[in-house]
């Protein structure tokens, strides 16, 4: 499994642990250069949003990936973890509905828990 797409499945479980809401893989990789994959995930209030991004920078510094830059941790309403070919969007409910960044990137591939853990 390349780099990228395990920091991409580690991230996810981190979120699933966390009981984020429609949590979203989209291969960005064959669209542009800026990463491999975005995840978008949703949490219903700030502490849970904190604790989501809490969590993912947990079980990635566990296997030795640390962000590059993580911004809105503070407010939670979009925290962005930056780690490099993986970027993680993490949103409380009315800020995913207005960004809709699932729209922006539509023409990207999603990706599956089942695809996200194969070879």
Known sequence: MDTSKKMAKLAFDALEDKKAEDIKVLNIGERTVLADYFLIAGGTNRNQVQAMADNVEECLGREGYHPKQIEGY???????????????????????????????????RVLDAEELKKE
């Open 74 to 108: 503070q407010n939670a309403n979009w925290i962005l973890m930056d780690y490099g070919d993986v970027v993680i969007h993490l949103f409380d409910k009315e800020n995913r509905r207005f960004y809709d960044l699932e729209r922006l990137w539509m023409d990207c």
